[in-house]
């Protein structure tokens, strides 16, 4: 169990810093096209945060994780894959992902905060 948790732990703080360094790269970048691409990126992630924090997408997504290690004969109970995916969300909003549908929405001028 401890290898699993290693693993998880590996896996979150991976994603937490390719995340981390894709928002830095992107407030900083001078050139556009590259600025471009990581908007995409970040908008693809920023896209799923919204997705997980639906409920029923929510358990579709454990769900969808849970039958995904079940193949790998890796079997981890609903509540733990749930608080990964927590903390893993929750840490990516607090990093400072922007919230590019918002600015996107307010670029078309359809919905004025």
Not at 76 to 89: A, H, K, N, Y
Request: hydrophobic share 50%; glycine share 6%.
């Amino acid at each position: 169990m401890n290898y699993i948790m290693a693993i998880g732990l590996g896996v979150i703080a991976g994603a937490v810093l390719f995340i981390w360094s894709l928002v830095m790269l992107w407030q900083h970048v001078d050139n556009p096209k590259i600025k471009e691409h990581l908007q995409i990126l970040l908008y693809f992630v920023d896209e799923q945060c919204d997705e997980y924090e639906i409920p029923a997408r929510r358990i579709a997504i454990i769900m969808a994780i849970q039958q995904l290690l079940g193949w790998k004969r890796l079997f981890l109970p609903t509540i733990v894959v749930g608080f990964v995916l927590d903390v893993l969300v929750k840490v990516i909003r607090k990093i400072g992902v922007p919230d590019l549908h918002q600015a996107e929405v307010n670029e078309n001028g359809t919905n004025q905060p």
